[in-house]
Nanobody, 122 residues
Framework: QVQLVESGGGLVQAGGSLRLACVAS????????MGWFRQGPGKEREFVAR????????YYTDSVKGRFTISTDSAKTTLYLQMNSLKPEDTAVYYC???????????????WGQGTQVTVSS
């Protein structure tokens, strides 16, 4: 079992920044990687970014490349998503999740956090 708890969401103006955190506990050593997904109003859940636990491999969806950075802490218990130059279209509930595969498919992620709301005003 893996438990995930996100934090750091909020309301920010366009062009601003937020840093999301996801604290992981339980059998995290048994997972390959962690990722961030988001689900905007009336939209399907979409992949945002992924990092393997060693930090040697990251992957981003095109719409956030150059603006978002995914990372983990040295103890490998916390996942971060630094979001800069935020746009109104980034408004969504953001979720962290674990996977045993280098995947961008939500169906291949098994444990999920409860989500944190990010709202970007224009």
């Amino acid at each position: 079992q893996v438990q995930l708890v996100e934090s750091g969401g909020g309301l920010v103006q366009a062009g601003g920044s937020l840093r999301l955190a996801c604290v992981a506990s339980g059998r995290t050593f048994s997972t390959y990687a962690m990722g961030w997904f988001r689900q905007g109003p009336g939209k399907e859940r979409e992949f945002v970014a992924r990092i393997n636990w060693s930090g040697s491999s990251t992957y981003y969806t095109d719409s956030v490349k150059g603006r978002f950075t995914i990372s983990t802490d040295s103890a490998k218990t916390t996942l971060y998503l630094q979001m800069n130059s935020l746009k109104p279209e980034d408004t969504a509930v953001y979720y962290c999740a674990t996977t045993n595969y280098p995947s961008i498919r939500a169906t291949e992620y098994d444990y999920w956090g409860q989500g944190t709301q990010v709202t970007v005003s224009s």
